[in-house]
């Protein structure tokens, strides 16, 4: 499974992003993805994650409510919509994938990071 994220960039506070990644190759061993997010000097931490076939979405209490998992299936995509930015929201984000049985907090699979930078 190869994981592409894109959509990082610098945004103000209180704006927005929607990050996107793509995955490919062995598709149908995933059964959820996920986004994962590493600030300076921090250690990595689950963002969120949605189920492949129904969607079902798990947050972490930092983005509830502000972030918003999606899916595509069509496209093999999922997409992280970050509202209401902080500056403590700046880290390079991740996107993962989910075998079957994987926990929340240990993927299968990671795509390349992507720079979230949030300006006060």
């Known amino acids: 499974v190869q994981l592409q994220a894109s959509g990082g960039g610098l945004v103000q506070a209180g704006g927005f992003l929607r990050l996107s990644c793509a995955a490919s190759g062995s598709i149908f061993s995933i059964n959820a993805m996920g986004w994962f997010r590493q600030a300076p000097g921090k250690e990595r931490e689950f963002v969120g994650a949605i189920t492949w076939s129904g969607g079902t979405t798990y947050y972490a209490d930092s983005a509830k409510g502000r972030f918003t998992i999606s899916r595509d299936n069509a496209r093999n995509t999922v997409y992280l919509q970050m509202n209401s930015l902080k500056p403590e929201d700046t880290a390079v984000y991740y996107c993962?994938?989910?075998?079957?049985?994987?926990?929340?907090?240990?993927?299968?699979?990671w795509g390349q990071g992507t720079l979230v930078t949030v300006s006060s």
């Open positions: 993962a994938a989910y075998g079957s049985g994987s926990s929340l907090s240990k993927p299968d699979y």
